[in-house]
């Protein structure tokens, strides 16, 4: 994504564009998307939302709005709350419940906002258990050390107690009291209830009120702890209503563990258990008999899962995976699958000529690195189409060449990926870190000769010229039209083609047709007679209509809305007439080029369409009030 620090002027921004506060009902995040329920959905918005700088996409799934920001999205989400009126929860305080959906579309979103908040905590984890993977390979006697044991324990502790992270989300989401969720699903992996199931497996038998126990344990359980938040919000609810509310504050918290513990254990527990294990093992059967064809249906369609934000929905399989047999291999191929859109985005970058492509395309391969692909997806390949087609083709095929190998992870990943291929090793496994190296050599190398030998399709989405690439002579332009207006350089600098501005809302001619300088002076003036109609709260754009209405937006540097109007001093008022060559503005270039940020100065006629033609009439280095543009009227 673009680099973007104002968080607040783009979380004003999407509010806006989605129809303001009163449109939202709930808002969240995941690690890379600010994701929003809204009221009703404007097919606008989706657009316009898509359209700022710093939203990668914008996608609507699962019953949800949601912006694809990448790795700022949480500054853009703590930005964003407190905008609108939400409990601490994130769910608005108007009373309006989340439409119901499809219940495809509720099960996403549940498993969305469950699991989201925690991942990193997961992937941080797992990678940890990698670490100790790699240092038990090289130094053979650090497992039998009380350096391996603590840092071991501490790799294990968030997926022993998971039902208890379960427990806080799922609270959140179904606006359960937290306190009561987590001490109702901290009774699951208690030392005692282990001890006892431990007993009943072993052949004693354990009753409550004269009902069978069964020995199933709930620690990095998944779905258990999950129906019994569901279900607790709507004993709560029962209770808030029916009791005194004298007594509520003890008494809901009473009878919600005393029903809801025992109700697990009894019913809800063994029964979503083996649920969660019999889509294992459905999976797994595929995996162990037709292993090419489990590979295939990962490596080449994980991510298409993933630009419908439903990924999510398999945690709770590839989780009963580890508990029941420590191992899974649909992590393996899932790891495929990501580091196919890596080689996308590096093949894309090997081959491009435009510096912004390249630029998107590092940052998207650097996330990618991380397991996170959404950048790389939204900002590279989907967007160009053949390198997300491409990564697709390597991911299968490498995933199909990895599954003759058998790969398995054996220490779950919350973001598999390149640095979490150390947890396909083990002893007992030697073939499945070679299938997996081979598989993701597969996938990184071959989306990369693809694009090099069959092009990425670059050319499709480079709009129009927005300008004639040899300007025609301004005399030659009067000695055949009679009826045009003159624009003039509004500061002295090097011209630019504007479709070679390295950003892709100017180059694309999405805002307009025109021309860019390179400035040589700190001084931007009135490109003819007119009036001013809009100055930029940052103070680094002007925008300008002339006295017959053709209106211009000079936009000083790139991405300098994020210098806060620091470097700029205006000399002109919202609404001011000007006369033409008049100063507007100065700014200091050195100080946006310390901030990393480039001064080339696009001036674009935003109502071109209303024109025949807008020609550039000049090239090379211009005074401040050269002729550079005419507009053919």
């Given at each position: 994504?673009?680099?973007?620090?104002?968080?607040?002027?783009?979380?004003?921004?999407?509010?806006?564009?989605?129809?303001?506060?009163?449109?939202?009902?709930?808002?969240?995040?995941?690690?890379?998307?600010?994701?929003?329920?809204?009221?009703?959905?404007?097919?606008?918005?989706?657009?316009?939302?898509?359209?700022?700088?710093?939203?990668?996409?914008?996608?609507?799934?699962?019953?949800?709005?949601?912006?694809?920001?990448?790795?700022?999205?949480?500054?853009?989400?703590?930005?964003?709350?407190?905008?609108?009126?939400?409990?601490?929860?994130?769910?608005?305080?108007?009373?309006?419940?989340?439409?119901?959906?499809?219940?495809?579309?509720?099960?996403?979103?549940?498993?969305?906002a469950v699991f989201a908040p925690f991942v990193y905590i997961l992937a941080a984890a797992g990678i940890l258990q990698g670490a100790l993977i790699l240092i038990s390979l090289v130094f053979k006697d650090f497992a039998t050390t009380g350096t391996y044991e603590v840092f071991s324990f501490i790799s294990w502790a968030p997926f022993t107690f998971l039902p208890i992270f379960i427990a806080i989300t799922a609270a959140n989401h179904f606006k359960v009291n937290q306190f009561i969720a987590v001490a109702c699903s901290a009774a699951l992996v208690s030392p005692t209830w282990a001890e006892m199931a431990g007993r009943i497996t072993s052949g004693e038998s354990i009753s409550f009120i004269g009902i069978a126990l069964s020995g199933t344990t709930y620690t990095s359980s998944v779905l258990p702890p999950l129906f019994l938040v569901w279900l607790l919000s709507y004993l709560e609810r029962f209770l808030n209503r029916t009791i005194n509310d004298v007594i509520k504050p003890l008494f809901v918290p009473f009878f919600c563990m005393v029903i809801m513990v025992p109700l697990t254990i009894l019913v809800i527990g063994p029964i979503t258990t083996l649920g969660a294990e019999g889509i294992a093992n459905g999976y797994n059967y595929l995996a162990e008999n037709a292993p090419a064809l489990a590979g295939l249906i990962i490596g080449g369609f994980w991510q298409i899962i993933v630009i419908f934000g439903v990924h999510w929905g398999v945690t709770p399989m590839v989780l009963a995976n580890f508990e029941q047999y420590g191992r899974d291999s649909f992590q393996a191929y899932q790891t495929i699958a990501v580091i196919a859109q890596v080689g996308a985005v590096i093949g894309v970058i090997l081959k491009t000529r435009n510096k912004e492509t390249k630029k998107v395309g590092v940052s998207a391969g650097l996330t990618g690195i991380f397991g996170i692909t959404e950048p790389a997806i939204y900002g590279v390949t989907l967007r160009f189409k053949k390198p997300f087609i491409y990564g697709c083709i390597s991911g299968a095929v490498g995933a199909v060449v990895a599954s003759f190998f058998k790969p398995y992870y054996f220490a779950y990943a919350g973001l598999p990926g390149p640095l979490t291929l150390v947890n396909g090793i083990s002893s007992d496994y030697p073939s499945s870190i070679v299938g997996l190296l081979i598989g993701t050599a597969?996938?990184?190398?071959?989306?990369?000769?693809?694009?090099?030998?069959?092009?990425?399709?670059?050319?499709?989405?480079?709009?129009?010229?927005?300008?004639?690439?040899?300007?025609?002579?301004?005399?030659?332009?009067?000695?055949?039209?009679?009826?045009?207006?003159?624009?003039?350089?509004?500061?002295?600098g090097q011209l630019v083609p504007l479709s070679d501005?390295?950003?892709?809302?100017?180059?694309?001619?999405?805002?307009?047709?025109?021309?860019?300088?390179?400035?040589?002076?700190?001084?931007?003036?009135?490109?003819?007679?007119?009036?001013?109609?809009m100055i930029a709260p940052t103070k680094h754009a002007i925008g300008l209509r002339s006295t017959s209405g053709v209106e211009v937006l000079i936009h000083v540097g790139l991405e300098t809305v994020e210098l806060g109007g620091t470097p700029f001093t205006l000399h002109v008022e919202d609404g001011a007439s000007v006369e033409a060559g008049q100063t507007l503005l100065t700014f200091d270039a050195e100080a946006i080029e310390q901030h990393g940020l480039q001064t080339i100065t696009p001036v674009i006629v935003t109502n071109a369409s209303s024109y025949a033609e807008v020609i550039a009439t000049q090239n090379g280095t211009v005074e401040a009030n050269t002729e550079i543009l005419i507009i053919v009227k």
């Open positions: 994504m673009s680099k973007v620090r104002d968080y607040q002027q783009l979380a004003h921004s999407i509010l806006e564009a989605v129809g303001g506060e009163d449109n939202i009902i709930s808002v969240a995040r995941c690690a890379t998307r600010l994701r929003l329920v809204l009221k009703r959905s404007d097919a606008k918005a989706k657009d316009q939302v898509a359209a700022l700088p710093g939203v990668i996409t914008v996608v609507e799934s699962g019953g949800q709005f949601q912006v694809v920001i990448g790795q700022h999205v949480g500054e853009v989400y703590e930005a964003f709350r407190p905008l609108v009126s939400l409990d601490e929860d994130g769910n608005s305080d108007q009373g309006t419940e989340a439409p119901k959906g499809t219940v495809l579309n509720r099960i996403i979103a549940t498993m969305s597969i996938a990184l190398i071959l989306p990369i000769v693809l694009i090099q030998i069959l092009g990425f399709g670059e050319e499709k989405v480079v709009p129009v010229a927005t300008a004639p690439a040899t300007p025609v002579p301004a005399q030659e332009v009067s000695a055949t039209l009679t009826n045009e207006e003159t624009i003039q350089a509004p500061l002295a501005v390295p950003d892709e809302v100017f180059a694309s001619g999405a805002m307009g047709q025109g021309i860019a300088i390179r400035p040589t002076s700190n001084t931007v003036v009135a490109p003819f007679t007119g009036t001013i109609v």
